[in-house]
């Protein structure tokens, strides 16, 4: 439960950015590129994971998968 609300404030927190920062402040973050760029293209630049995926090369349960993953890093970093 803390890390869903750990990842809901990450996202009203990128949300809340100018894109470069939000591109910044991810890239300050222990995630693989594939993490990073996946939460960037949906909610960075406010792709949908169908398009995200084409643009990344990417299946679309990949997309989500490695977001879900990336926000799970970002929330364990963030909480310890």
Not at 9 to 37: F, K, Y
Not at 43 to 65: M, N
Not at 69 to 74: A, E
Request: aromatic share 4%; net charge positive.
């Amino acid at each position: 439960a803390r890390s869903v609300s750990i990842q809901r404030a990450t996202l009203a927190a990128l949300a809340g950015m100018e894109r470069e920062r939000a591109v910044r402040w991810l890239a300050a973050h222990p995630l693989d590129q594939e993490e990073r760029d996946c939460i960037a293209e949906i909610d960075v630049y406010g792709h949908g994971a169908v398009q995200a995926a084409d643009r990344l090369f990417l299946s679309t349960e990949t997309v989500k998968r490695r977001r879900r993953t990336g926000y799970g890093r970002i929330a364990a970093a963030l909480s310890g």
